[in-house]
């Protein structure tokens, strides 16, 4: 089932080496932030023994980050529709850079919410999935879309098989302070996108408004739209669940190995592997998207997701293990990033998709706060993580159910503007 065609012309006129540039700059914005931010976790453990605030303390402000991650989006989103991708983007990575670099200086809890939470999550979010995906889908035509938006989502994961390995060497080379502020350092070279990706979603939907005598609707009246359509709202329940997955591995995956008896090496390759693995992940899925039911291929994600850690918690944890299941783990990571975008785009088109995936983004980092906190909270109290894993699996199913009811059609055609008299 293809991706909705929008009345504007431009994108599909995008000469090849302009589509491939438009691609490879949000594929390395996307690769610079989200690898910095999903290699994160391989400092807690650092940062605990050099502040002795705690592991619950310090996860707290990893949580914080997911959720303020998701809460620019919607906002960023926005701005990005309006006023250009461009400017969104270079504050962005400049924010990241920032907060990542002055990490190692924070001692507090409130310290390190604000340089973790507030300026690198905050930056990642503004140059993040709802401003790229929204950018991409506006300046590639509309056939390619769903490929176009797993290269996008293949980035995010190619940084982070990148940048978990390098902050591995760095940290033994110079120090965990010095290797988490290189790695602010490196995020900006995403800096060039913000001149490849400039431009706005609005223009264009105003000028094909023009053409067909449509009334676009505004951003308020985009959202009512949204939030009263109940496939959008089973949409975001669902990617919500996914927010708890992705946050839990990427925040406590290294400790869970640890925890298991295992040298930490191992849960530095296991974040690089779920990395490399759901570059497969995201590029098969951006295939599949216009060929089967976005609402099924979710389903299955989900699906698969459950079945493997329920398989993982009975396996004997050793190195091999772990890697496998981090395999499976990145191939359904952030694989649901095409076919939620998608459902987005189809739905709503690319008027206001920035926005409105921003808001579908919100709904995966509540989540996504929900799998970091309780990650640290449950292993403080306990010594073990097999409650959340226990969470985790019963999430999946849910998730898994609640795709199927999604309608996969475009909204009724927007009411003619009135005659002028």
Not at 161 to 167: G, Q, S, Y
Not at 214 to 220: C, D, E, I, N, Y
Not at 282 to 294: H, Q
Not at 307 to 331: D, H, N, R, Y
Request: charged share 5%; net charge positive.
């Amino acid at each position: 089932m293809a991706i909705e065609t929008l009345p504007n012309k431009p994108p599909s006129a995008t000469p090849s080496i302009a589509l491939w540039l438009v691609l490879l700059a949000a594929a390395g914005t996307f690769a610079m932030t989200m690898g910095t931010r999903q290699t994160m976790g391989l400092f807690l453990s650092a940062l605990n023994t050099s502040t002795a605030l705690g592991i619950g303390s310090i996860s707290l402000a990893f949580a914080f980050g997911q959720l303020w991650w998701g809460l620019t989006q919607p906002f960023a989103g926005a701005v990005a529709d309006r006023i250009g991708t461009g400017r969104v983007i270079l504050l962005g990575v400049l924010l990241v850079a920032l907060g990542t670099f002055i990490t190692p200086y924070m001692t507090s809890t409130a310290g390190l919410i604000f340089a973790i939470g507030v300026l690198a999550a905050g930056g990642a979010g503004m140059a993040g999935p709802s401003v790229l995906m929204a950018a991409t889908a506006r300046l590639v035509p509309a056939h390619k879309r769903g490929l176009a938006s797993g290269i996008v989502n293949a980035g995010g994961s190619f940084g982070q098989f990148v940048m978990a390995p390098i902050a591995i060497s760095l940290t033994a080379a110079v120090g965990w302070a010095n290797a988490m502020q290189w790695l602010g350092v490196l995020v900006l070279l995403a800096l060039p996108a913000v001149w490849v990706l400039k431009g706005n979603s609005n223009a264009l939907a105003a000028q094909a408004a023009a053409a067909s005598g449509q009334k676009a609707l505004t951003a308020r009246e985009a959202i009512a739209q949204a939030l009263a359509t109940p496939s959008y709202r089973y949409l975001a329940v669902g990617f919500l669940v996914c927010g708890f997955h992705v946050a839990f591995l990427a925040t406590h995956l290294p400790g869970v190995i640890a925890a298991c008896g295992l040298a930490p090496e191992v849960g530095g390759w296991a974040l690089a592997v779920i990395g490399l693995f759901n570059i497969v992940g995201s590029l098969a899925m951006g295939w599949a998207v216009g060929r089967w039911r976005m609402k099924s291929l979710l389903s299955l994600l989900y699906a698969v997701r459950g079945l493997a850690v329920l398989i993982f918690l009975f396996a004997p944890k050793t190195p091999a293990v772990v890697l496998i299941f981090a395999a499976v783990m990145g191939i359904t990571f952030l694989s649901t990033v095409p076919p939620t975008a998608g459902l987005v785009a189809k739905m709503f088109g690319t008027a206001n998709m920035a926005m409105l995936f921003g808001i579908v983004m919100l709904s995966h980092q509540i989540g996504g706060f929900l799998g970091a906190y309780l990650g640290g909270s449950v292993f403080q109290a306990t010594g073990s993580y097999d409650w959340v894993w226990y969470i985790d699996i019963a999430l999946a199913a849910g998730a898994a159910l609640v795709n199927l009811p999604i309608r996969e059609s475009p909204l009724p055609p927007r009411r003619a503007a009135p005659a002028a008299a």
